[in-house]
T-cell receptor, first 115, second 111 residues
Framework: NAGVTQTPKFQVLKTGQSMTLQCAQD?????MYWYRQDPGMGLRLIYY???????DKGEVPNGYNVSRLNKREFSLRLESAAPSQTSVYFC??????????????FGPGTRLTVL | RKEVEQDPGPFNVPEGATVAFNCTYSNSASQSFFWYRQDCRKEPKLLMSVYSSGNEDGRFTAQLNRASQYISLLIRDSKLSDSATYLCVVTSYSSASKIIFGSGTRLSIRP
């Protein structure tokens, strides 16, 4: 099994450009998440989807949109990239109930630089 | 005050040593606790859950102290391959948005 896959692995954008980060999981998990990780800040939740058809804001949603395309796929879109969005983006998935929420499986990450 | 705090380290210890680090959390309603490991430029991976009674997994022991609101991770007989950043995670069952990752403690094992 591939687990959680993300594309692309690296991306450089100019300020104002848009892009979509793709994420897919093959573990039949209900919940999926998007995080960003900045030096010294830890992982911060951008958006999550507790189940197919639902999405909710996390700690830092401004400047991002998401789509839960089906149970497997959860995409993150930057409509107008800003230098403050330079970061490493991780997608994760988990089962939904109880303790399983904290037992997350992560993709390899996308390293995004906005110039 | 951050909701989850960790000493960023780095902890630099010789191979074979025992090392321990703590993570404090501020929300007394937190319900589940975990340790993740993250290698340089890689994704985080679940190391172990932390249960109220404490639990072991080989050389790793995790403890929870609800009264003082901290969790700990003890690594015995440390190996070079244990060099990584260790993240603590605190969650509540009620909402996925209450998953909080600590900033991590960096551990370096020297030969």
């Amino acid at each position: 099994n591939a687990g959680v896959t993300q594309t692309p692995k690296f991306q450089v954008l100019k300020t104002g450009q848009s892009m979509t980060l793709q994420c897919a999981q093959d573990m039949n998990h209900n919940s999926m998440y998007w995080y960003r990780q900045d030096p010294g800040m830890g992982l911060r939740l951008i958006y999550y989807s507790a189940s197919e058809g639902t999405t909710d804001k996390g700690e830092v949603p401004n400047g991002y949109n998401v789509s839960r395309l089906n149970k497997r796929e959860f995409s993150l879109r930057l409509e107008s990239a800003a230098p403050s969005q330079t970061s490493v983006y991780f997608c994760a998935s988990s089962q939904t109930s109880g303790r399983a929420v904290g037992q997350q499986f992560f993709g390899p990450g996308t390293r995004l630089t906005v110039l | 005050r951050k909701e989850v705090e960790q000493d960023p380290g780095p902890f630099n210890v010789p191979e074979g040593a025992t090392v321990a680090f703590n993570c404090t959390y501020s929300n007394s309603a937190s319900q589940s606790f975990f340790w993740y490991r993250q290698d340089c430029r890689k994704e985080p991976k679940l190391l172990m859950s932390v249960y109220s009674s404490g639990n072991e997994d080989g050389r790793f022991t995790a403890q929870l102290n609800r009264a003082s609101q901290y969790i700990s991770l003890l690594i015995r007989d440390s190996k070079l391959s244990d060099s990584a950043t260790y993240l603590c995670v605190v969650t509540s069952y009620s909402s996925a948005s209450k998953i909080i990752f600590g900033s991590g403690t960096r551990l370096s094992i020297r030969p």
